[in-house]
């Protein structure tokens, strides 16, 4: 007889989205993999969404917050989780219908590790977009990829609840890259599972967007999750290396942008940060 299907909680936070909130659940709810609990976290949304969620009643668990940030309404949703099997999908973005049944397949094939994520298709502004190889996903190792960007997709993740018991949670003081600055930490200590097919879908290009509003601080936000990786001693020593420099070269970027469009504060601050972590010649 065969063993039954692990649970998993699917998590979904969302402000302001319900005119895209629906294809997201929907997505979920049509999942071809059955044994799963949805838990939607409005993180105060002022738009049409409490009723939308209303009117699927028993078939989410529904969190109310005030508004937080996404790093806080995930949170919120992995504390209210029951399972210990965790997958997150963002209310703009979509599963393809096998999408769990074929993560959790591969999880349960690897049951050493503690994380996964998978290919994803691209839509900005309702058009195809074909990715740059810097954006393709990997497997095993991803620390050092990670450090230029963020190489994990928010929507594509399912991990364990033994990782966040490992690591730590969304660090809830970033509005942005909070998802980055996760990764670090996890890619720092544990390898990743690539289940190697696009199961999102993500739309992207909109002025609502998180990705979209701290364009031009999104940098700023990463050489502040490295400095906080850095600080905690965590790293060995090729990895520290590896992030020291990293953080250097964005941090003089950064900094000398922020210099050049008057924001002197910043500048400042991410050239010192430059000079402070800058190694010495060979």
Known sequence: MSSPATPVSVIIPTHNRAE???????????QTYANFELIVVDDGSSDETPALLSSYGEALVVLRQENRGPAAARNAGISAARHSLLAFLDSDDRFTKNKLALQVAAME????????????????NGRHLNQKKRHAKEGGDIFSRSLELCVVGMSTVMARRELFDRVGLFD????????????????????????DAPLTVKH????????????????????????????????TPEQSLLARRELVRKATIYGNGSLKHGRREEG????????RYSLPPL
Do not use: N
Request: glycine share 4%; proline share 3%.
């Open 268 to 275: 400042l601050h991410c050239l010192s940060l430059a000079a």
């Open 204 to 235: 992207g290009g909109r002025e609502d967007q998180v990705s979209v509003r701290f364009k031009t601080g999104m940098d700023y936000f990463r050489i502040r999750a490295m400095e906080k990786l850095l600080a905690a001693k965590l790293l």
């Open 109 to 124: 094939a690897q049951p050493e590790l503690l994380i996964s994520h998978t290919q994803e298709t691209w839509f900005r």
């Open 20 to 30: 895209f909130l629906a294809q997201a659940i929907d997505s979920v709810l049509s």
């Open 172 to 195: 809830e003081s970033f509005p942005c890259c909070e998802d980055y600055e996760l990764w670090l930490r996890a890619g720092a200590a544990y390898p990743f599972l690539l289940v």
